[in-house]
């Protein structure tokens, strides 16, 4: 066996998420399917893609990185032409690695964007999370230090979140145009939706709706922090490994 690795780019708009789910369309699923038919594989067991992140329905991509173990050498530039055409997917930066590299194991830090459209004059060409009002930028920007750092992030994710809450949010940086704002998240790893509830209550902080967070993560209770945000404006940048890839 031969494991490759490769960079994944996707519009998530189409699609339930990264990971196969019965009878909706994934782009798991897709690059599975669509990979086994191009290097004509005839295995007893399908093909299994593993991905650095499990990204939400409609949660798009840039730098998702992926590894599978192949029963025969092919060279990259073959794999990376597999035909995707009818799908928003394409395949780059293809390598052989050796089986001691795990793309969701081996993961140093996670790089995420979230999007928010503040004017929406050209919405074929803008995606992100069409934020309507008076949104009070300065107030955003205040409160990303509350999110950084180690902090027990229960109130901050899914009620399907699994395992230890504690994460360590390395870095949130913010810039602005005249018609939208740009949140990007560092870190190890991120859990169920964090970054979603985290962009939804720092929107309900620009709207004057929420004003301690302090008491929001004592509380312990995804109920009392803000709105999760609509995955539309959520796209994986970046993830970095210490070597191999």
């Avoid at 009818?86 to 830090?109: G, L, M, R, T």
């Avoid at 859990?191 to 509830?197: A, D, S, T």
Wanted: charged letters at 20%.
């Amino acid at each position: 066996m031969q494991r490759y690795a490769f960079t994944v780019e996707y519009d998530g708009i189409p699609f339930c998420g990264w990971q196969i789910q019965p009878n909706r369309l994934s782009v798991q699923g897709v690059l599975q399917a669509k990979l086994t038919e191009h290097l004509k594989i005839n295995l007893s067991t399908p093909l299994s893609i593993h991905g650095a992140s499990r990204t939400d329905a409609r949660v798009s991509a840039r730098g998702q990185v992926c590894h599978i173990d192949l029963p025969f050498q092919y060279s990259e530039s073959y794999i990376a032409s597999v035909p995707l055409r009818e799908y928003p997917i394409s395949i780059s930066n293809v390598k052989k690695v050796s089986h001691d590299f795990h793309a969701q194991h081996a993961v140093v830090s996670k790089t995420y964007s979230y999007t928010l459209i503040l004017q929406r004059h050209r919405p074929i060409l803008q995606r992100g999370w069409w934020v309507k009002g008076c949104l009070d930028i300065s107030k955003i920007e205040r409160a990303l230090k509350e999110f950084i750092g180690l902090h027990d992030f229960t109130s901050f994710c899914s009620i399907h979140a699994v395992g230890n809450r504690m994460r360590a949010i390395d870095n949130i940086s913010l810039t602005t145009d005249s018609n939208s704002a740009r949140l990007t998240f560092c870190a190890s790893g991120f859990l169920m939706h964090q970054i979603r509830v985290i962009v939804g209550t720092l929107v309900d902080i620009g709207f004057e709706r929420i004003h301690d967070l302090e008491k929001i993560y004592s509380l312990r209770d995804r109920s009392a922090a803000g709105q999760t945000a609509p995955g539309d404006g959520l796209v994986l940048e970046q993830i970095q490994y210490k070597s191999e890839y």
